[in-house]
Nanobody, 129 residues
Framework: QLQLVESGGGLVQPGGSLRLPCTAS????????IGWFRQAPGKEREGVSC????????HYADSVKGRFTISRDNAKNTVYLQMNGLKPEDTAVYYC??????????????????????WGKGTPVTVSS
């Protein structure tokens, strides 16, 4: 069964940190562009950060630049989203997704200009005191 599984979400105070792993089963993440997306209550899903499978280039939404870092460990078939300096407005369900790199870039994936091959089911993150 081909699937992506996110974990690591939870409740954290403003200014705190979380690391979200996204692990694949049934396929190798190193063949795909991987992205993290989020959807807050009442809002549309938005791209947070994406990473290529070839040159490890990355893209970040302006709202998370300097606070979030995306990385991949192909040996563990896992992509991570390190989130520091969390703010209440970061509260959302976070999803990871995989996209075949054919005619796609990390920016296009994060801007949701191209379709996604696989979605995870999401992990909730709540930033609150």
């Amino acid at each position: 069964q081909l699937q992506l599984v996110e974990s690591g979400g939870g409740l954290v105070q403003p200014g705190g940190s979380l690391r979200l792993p996204c692990t694949a089963s049934g396929f190798s993440l190193d063949r795909y562009i991987i992205g993290w997306f989020r959807q807050a209550p009442g809002k549309e899903r938005e791209g947070v950060s994406c990473i290529s499978n070839s040159d490890l280039s990355t893209h970040y939404a302006d709202s998370v630049k300097g606070r979030f870092t995306i990385s991949r460990d192909n040996a563990k078939n896992t992509v991570y989203l390190q989130m520091n300096g969390l703010k209440p407005e970061d509260t959302a369900v976070y999803y990871c997704a995989a996209r075949n790199p054919f005619i796609a870039t990390v920016q296009a994936m994060c801007l949701m200009s191209v379709s996604v091959n696989y979605w995870g089911k999401g992990t909730p993150v709540t930033v609150s005191s």
